[in-house]
Nanobody, 126 residues
Framework: VQLQASGGGLVQAGGSLRVSCAAS????????MGWFRQAPGKEREFVAS????????VYADSVKGRFTISRDNAKNTMYLQMNSLKPEDTAVYYC????????????????????WGQGTQVTVSS
């Protein structure tokens, strides 16, 4: 599975941005997908996840109510709609996917994912 993230950019605080993650290759093997982010000098942190078939979602407390994760199975694409952005949301956003071979999904930890995209920069100015 190959993942390609896109849609990052510069936005003012309070604004909105949508990032996308296009999956290709053995997409039938995807169990769930997620977004992580990493700010300079900080560890990579979980943002949100979604199951590929049922669409069940999980959000980090820091983005709950502001961000919405979704997927379009026909386009093999996952989205993250980010509203009410804050300067602390500034980071490189990575998309990732977990394989169906996993018996127990671990969506909030980076080790729960098998495939990673290259990341897209999101910068929120104050």
């Amino acid at each position: 599975v190959q993942l390609q993230a896109s849609g990052g950019g510069l936005v003012q605080a309070g604004g909105s941005l949508r990032v996308s993650c296009a999956a290709s290759g053995r997409t039938f093997s995807i169990y769930y997908m997620g977004w992580f982010r990493q700010a300079p000098g900080k560890e990579r942190e979980f943002v949100a996840s979604i199951t590929w078939s049922g669409g069940s979602t999980v959000y980090a407390d820091s983005v709950k109510g502001r961000f919405t994760i979704s997927r379009d199975n026909a386009k093999n694409t996952m989205y993250l709609q980010m509203n009410s952005l804050k300067p602390e949301d500034t980071a490189v956003y990575y998309c990732a996917a977990g394989d169906r071979s996993r018996i127990i999904p671990t969506v909030i930890h980076h080790y729960g994912y098998d495939y990673w995209g290259q990341g897209t920069q999101v910068t929120v100015s104050s």
